[in-house]
């Protein structure tokens, strides 16, 4: 009954891991883009106030550029949480509750014939 018991223990550990990594990001996230996107568009701003003639297709290139880091980092962070969460669908969740009591009773069966 220990064993189970604390093979329950690592897995839950293992999971509330997971999810502090993904607060981390999260939290990193959040900074750092916010961070790029203010001195991106004050960037931005100082250049075309400074700058009496400034190609428009520059400043759209700019803009795409400073807004692509957030964009595609989300993207990441997004499956970073799909993947934290694992968010269960009724068939797949069945499934993988027979698979794991067919395993559990090979290994009984081996255990106690063997």
Same mark, same amino acid.
């Given at each position: 009954?220990?064993?189970? @018991? ?6 839950? *550990?293992? *999971?509330?891991?997971?999810?502090? $990594?993904?607060? *981390?990001? =999260? ?5 750092? @883009? ?5 001195? $991106? ?5 100082? =250049? ?16 795409? @550029? ?5 964009? =595609?980092? $989300? ?10 969460? *694992? ?12 698979? =794991? ?14």
């Amino acid at each position: 009954m220990e064993e189970i @018991n604390l093979a329950a223990y690592k897995k839950a *550990r293992k *999971r509330v891991k997971k999810i502090k $990594g993904f607060y *981390r990001h =999260l939290t990193i996230y959040l900074i750092a @883009n916010a961070i790029i996107v203010i001195e $991106g568009f004050w960037g931005i701003s100082v =250049l075309e106030l400074s700058s009496g003639e400034i190609d428009p297709q520059l400043i759209e290139w700019l803009f795409l @550029n400073v807004l692509s880091v957030p964009i =595609l980092w $989300g993207i990441g962070l997004l499956l970073h949480g799909l993947s934290v969460f *694992r968010p269960k669908i009724g068939i797949i969740k069945d499934w993988e509750e027979k698979q =794991l009591q067919k395993f559990l009773e090979e290994e009984y069966k081996k255990e106690n014939f063997i």
